[in-house]
C-alpha cells in the first residue's frame, strides 16, 4: 500500500527544533515505508507569512538531510480554488461579520489544543443572501452533523497518546469546535482546517504526521472529509518539544532557531540527538 506523508510549516518564522522533530519523523517514517514524503508550505495567512521564511524553511530542512518528493506545494496559489470547493456546501454555510481578530485565528494552525473561543452563533440566522463584501463564511456545524452518518465520523490514530481508532462525538464537537470560520471570499482568505483537509487529499496524504497539538482538531477535519467527499488519512500525533519550563516552543523563540544552533556549529546529527532521534 502507497504511503505518503507531509511535512506542512507555516513561513511565518524560522524553523526550530520542534519543526525539525516533525520533519525528521515524518521523513523518515515515510523513507522506511519506501514512501514519499511531500514539503507544503501552508501559507494562507498572506499577512504573516513571508517568502524568505519559506526560503530559509527549505534551506533548514536540506542542512538537516532531508528529501522531499515534486515541487513545494504552496497554499497561497489555490486560495481561489479552495473556496471554489466550498460551493457545494453552501446551504450549510453562513456569513458572519463579527471580529476580524476572532477570524483571523482561524487562518493560523491551533497551538496547544486550544481553539480560540467557540463562536456563539451570533451570524447564525442570517441566510447567504445577506453576504456582505469581508464577510467570513462559518460552516453550521449542526446542520452539517445532521447530513452526516455519526458511525462513519471515525478515524485511526497511531501515535504514542492517543493510538486507536476514535469515533467523533458530534455533540462534543458541537461544544468543543462550533461553528467554525471555513472562509473570506472576498480576500481570497481559507480556514486552516479547510486547506490542511482539501490538501490532504489532493496530495493523496495516506498518513497526517504532525504534533499532539492539533490532535483535537482532528474530528473538525474528519467531519469537513465527509462533507466534500474527501477520503480520511490515518493520523498520527507525536510528542512536542518543550523548552525547560514545559513550553511548547513557539516561532517567536529566536534563540531556539535552527540556524542558530547551525551558526554555532551544530551538525544535523546533534540536532537528531537533541529533539530524541
Ligand atoms: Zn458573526
Same mark, same amino acid.
Request: hydrophobic share 40%; proline share 6%.
Given at each position: 500500500?502507497?504511503?505518503?506523508?507531509?511535512?506542512?510549516?507555516?513561513?511565518?518564522?524560522?524553523?526550530?527544533?520542534?519543526?525539525?522533530?516533525?520533519?525528521?519523523?515524518?521523513?523518515?517514517?515515510? *523513507?522506511?515505508?519506501?514512501?514519499?514524503?511531500?514539503? +507544503?508550505?501552508?501559507?494562507?495567512?498572506?499577512?504573516?507569512?513571508?517568502?524568505?521564511?519559506?526560503? =530559509?524553511?527549505?534551506?533548514?530542512?536540506? $542542512?538537516?538531510?532531508?528529501? $522531499?518528493?515534486?515541487?513545494?506545494?504552496?497554499? @497561497?496559489? #489555490?486560495?481561489?480554488?479552495?473556496?471554489?470547493?466550498? !460551493?457545494?456546501?453552501?446551504?450549510?454555510?453562513?456569513?458572519?461579520?463579527? &471580529? *476580524?481578530?476572532?477570524?483571523?485565528? /482561524?487562518? @493560523?494552525?491551533?497551538?496547544?489544543?486550544?481553539?480560540?473561543?467557540?463562536?456563539?452563533?451570533?451570524?447564525?440566522? +442570517?441566510?447567504?443572501?445577506?453576504?456582505?463584501?469581508?464577510?467570513?463564511?462559518?460552516?453550521?456545524?449542526?446542520?452539517?452533523?445532521? *447530513?452526516?452518518?455519526?458511525?462513519?465520523?471515525?478515524?485511526?490514530? &497511531?501515535?504514542?497518546?492517543?493510538?486507536?481508532?476514535?469515533?467523533?462525538?458530534?455533540?462534543?464537537?458541537? *461544544? !468543543?469546535?462550533?461553528?467554525?470560520?471555513?472562509?473570506?471570499?472576498?480576500?481570497?482568505?481559507? /480556514?486552516?482546517?479547510?486547506?490542511?483537509?482539501?490538501?490532504?487529499?489532493?496530495?493523496?496524504?495516506?498518513?497526517?504526521?504532525?504534533?499532539?497539538?492539533?490532535?483535537?482538531? &482532528?474530528?473538525?477535519?474528519?467531519?469537513?472529509? #465527509? %462533507? %466534500?467527499?474527501?477520503?480520511?488519512? &490515518?493520523?498520527?500525533?507525536? +510528542?512536542?518539544?518543550?523548552?525547560? #519550563?514545559?513550553?511548547?516552543?513557539?516561532?517567536? !523563540?529566536?534563540?531556539?532557531?535552527?540556524?542558530?544552533? +547551525?551558526?554555532?556549529?551544530?551538525?544535523?546529527?546533534?540536532?537528531? =540527538?537533541?529533539?530524541?532521534?
Amino acid at each position: 500500500m502507497a504511503f505518503v506523508t507531509r511535512f506542512a510549516p507555516s513561513p511565518t518564522g524560522p524553523l526550530h527544533l520542534g519543526h525539525a522533530y516533525s520533519a525528521i519523523l515524518a521523513h523518515d517514517i515515510a *523513507r522506511a515505508q519506501g514512501g514519499q514524503f511531500l514539503l +507544503r508550505m501552508e501559507d494562507t495567512d498572506l499577512d504573516r507569512c513571508r517568502p524568505e521564511y519559506e526560503a =530559509q524553511i527549505t534551506r533548514d530542512l536540506t $542542512w538537516l538531510g532531508l528529501t $522531499w518528493d515534486g515541487p513545494v506545494h504552496r497554499q @497561497s496559489d #489555490h486560495l481561489a480554488a479552495y473556496n471554489a470547493r466550498l !460551493d457545494p456546501l453552501s446551504d450549510l454555510l453562513y456569513p458572519c461579520s463579527c &471580529t *476580524r481578530s476572532d477570524i483571523r485565528a /482561524a487562518l @493560523s494552525a491551533p497551538q496547544e489544543g486550544i481553539l480560540h473561543n467557540v463562536y456563539p452563533g451570533t451570524c447564525r440566522p +442570517r441566510g447567504m443572501q445577506s453576504r456582505l463584501p469581508g464577510d467570513a463564511l462559518r460552516l453550521n456545524l449542526a446542520a452539517a452533523l445532521q *447530513r452526516l452518518d455519526p458511525a462513519s465520523l471515525r478515524f485511526t490514530e &497511531t501515535g504514542p497518546k492517543h493510538a486507536g481508532s476514535h469515533l467523533i462525538d458530534p455533540e462534543q464537537a458541537l *461544544r !468543543d469546535i462550533g461553528d467554525v470560520v471555513l472562509s473570506r471570499k472576498g480576500e481570497d482568505i481559507v /480556514a486552516y482546517f479547510l486547506a490542511s483537509a482539501l490538501d490532504d487529499a489532493d496530495q493523496a496524504i495516506t498518513h497526517v504526521i504532525r504534533g499532539e497539538d492539533l490532535f483535537a482538531f &482532528t474530528p473538525i477535519q474528519v467531519i469537513l472529509q #465527509h %462533507l %466534500l467527499a474527501l477520503p480520511t488519512p &490515518t493520523y498520527h500525533h507525536h +510528542r512536542l518539544i518543550r523548552d525547560n #519550563h514545559g513550553k511548547r516552543l513557539a516561532k517567536r !523563540d529566536d534563540a531556539r532557531a535552527l540556524s542558530k544552533y +547551525r551558526a554555532e556549529g551544530a551538525t544535523p546529527g546533534d540536532i537528531r =540527538q537533541m529533539v530524541g532521534l
